[in-house]
Structure formats: structure tokens, C-alpha cells
């Protein structure tokens, strides 16, 4: 939930834990993508549902999967966005946040591989059979991972003030369906190499770039969840 929480806006209402996580109506903050340096905002951004399920009785054996549905972006230029300190002073503080702990689980993780060399042969015997179950579960949830996603629309809308003719424009793409599937090898040579496939199947993906467009930047998104 701290790794979620960090690009969506959780709440109890929205948010169910057990066998598998499930997100309802959630929105992306608008600081999810300030990290990537991008000149955009997120003026508007909505995950209808997530669902991750995680095999926590086989994790070495069990499939993972992730279902996403109905992911809408509307993004527009920083610069369109009115200034409002309080925002920015929290989109900031989230920036800050996601660094500090990457860092800190960059820290963690030397400390722990440190502490390991400098402890005797047998409790490095132990260690050796930790990172072994380490590298199988990682190697499983590779293998094993599922994911699905559907109906996605990102949207991209520029007043272009700067232009001679002051037209907006609106470009985005559009996607139905793309299932990312594990896949079995036939060939009995290649499994013994421990190689596996996956299927990737795209569906109904479009780009398109529309001159003088209607701008849903300039109204009111407060329905938008209906």
C-alpha cells in the first residue's frame, strides 16, 4: 500500500486487501510522473481497477497476476497549469518521499549484503541457500506473471498560445487490450537451457493527433467518475 500510495490517492473506501489487492476508482496524483522530469501535468488520471494476486501459499510455483482496467489520462503542458503553492509544495514533498526511500532501500539492501560477508562459513552456508530461494521466487514471478490490461486512453492537450493561428490541439492513443501471458516451449532442448516464453497479444491500439480540438482541459472534470 506505501509503494501504491505514493502515485495513487488511496483511501479506505476504494482499497481491499486479502488473497489479491483490489483498487476501485482510484485517481493518480499529480505528481505520479514529476520524477521523469517531463514538461506535463496530470490534469486528470483514473484507474477504474487494479487487481494484483499474489500465490502467498506457492509463491515458488503460483501464478501472479495483475488486471488493470479503465486507465484515463488527460495530460497538458506545466506551464498551463495555475499556480497553487499548496499543490506543488505537496507534489514535491511526494518526489522527495519516493527518493528517500529508494535510497533507504538502496542502504538496507548494501548494509544486509555487507553483514553477510563478515559472518562465519556457516551462517554463510545459510545465507547462500537464502539468496538461492531469493533468485527462485524472482525468477518464478518473472515466469509466471500475467498481466492484463484494458481500455486505456492518454490524452495529450495543448492550447499552443504560441502559435500564429492560437489553435489547440489534442493528441493521444488509445489501447483495447494487451495481455502479456506466460507461454510454454515445446522444445524439449530449450527447457533444459530453464528458458520460457511469453505471449503478448495487442489489441486495438491507436495514435491519433486531432488539429483544433475540443479541450475537456478547459471543463469541468468533477463528473468524470460517472
Same mark, same amino acid.
Given at each position: 500500500?506505501?509503494?501504491? #500510495?505514493? /502515485? ?6 476504494? !482499497? ?16 505520479? $510522473? ?10 486528470? #488520471? ?40 499548496? %499543490? ?18 538502496? +542502504?538496507?539492501?548494501? %548494509?544486509?549484503?555487507?553483514? +553477510?560477508?563478515?559472518?562465519?562459513? #556457516? ?17 518464478? $514471478?518473472?515466469?509466471? *506473471?500475467?498481466?492484463?490490461?484494458? =481500455?486505456?486512453?492518454? +490524452? ?18 488509445? *489501447? ?8 510454454? !516451449? #515445446? ?6 537451457? =530453464?528458458? $520460457? ?7 486495438? $491500439?491507436?495514435? /491519433? ?18
Amino acid at each position: 500500500e506505501s509503494h501504491l #500510495g505514493q /502515485y495513487l490517492e488511496l483511501s479506505d473506501t476504494n !482499497i481491499s486487501m486479502g488473497s489479491k489487492v483490489s483498487l476501485r476508482n482510484v485517481r493518480l496524483k499529480e505528481s505520479a $510522473f514529476s520524477e521523469l522530469g517531463l514538461p506535463v501535468k496530470i490534469l486528470h #488520471g483514473k484507474v477504474s481497477n487494479l487487481e494484483i494476486d499474489i500465490p502467498w501459499l506457492s509463491p515458488l510455483s503460483g501464478s501472479y497476476t495483475v488486471l488493470l482496467e479503465g486507465l484515463h489520462l488527460l495530460l497538458v503542458p506545466s506551464s498551463s497549469v495555475q499556480y497553487n503553492e499548496i %499543490e506543488e509544495h505537496e507534489s514535491k514533498l511526494d518526489v522527495k518521499r519516493r527518493q528517500l526511500q529508494r535510497a533507504e532501500d538502496a +542502504r538496507a539492501l548494501s %548494509e544486509a549484503q555487507k553483514e +553477510r560477508k563478515d559472518q562465519p562459513e #556457516g551462517v554463510n552456508n545459510q545465507n547462500k541457500e537464502s539468496d538461492g530461494f531469493l533468485q527462485k521466487l524472482i525468477a518464478n $514471478f518473472i515466469k509466471n *506473471l500475467d498481466v492484463t490490461i484494458n =481500455k486505456v486512453h492518454i +490524452r495529450y492537450e495543448d492550447r499552443n498560445p504560441n502559435s500564429d493561428a492560437h489553435k489547440p490541439f489534442a493528441a493521444g492513443i488509445t *489501447l483495447d487490450q494487451l495481455l502479456l501471458k506466460s507461454s510454454k !516451449i #515445446g522444445d524439449e532442448s530449450v527447457k533444459k537451457l =530453464k528458458l $520460457f516464453g511469453k505471449l503478448v497479444k495487442l489489441s486495438s $491500439f491507436a495514435v /491519433y493527433w486531432k488539429p483544433q480540438a475540443t479541450l475537456y482541459s478547459t471543463k469541468n472534470l468533477s463528473h468524470a467518475d460517472d
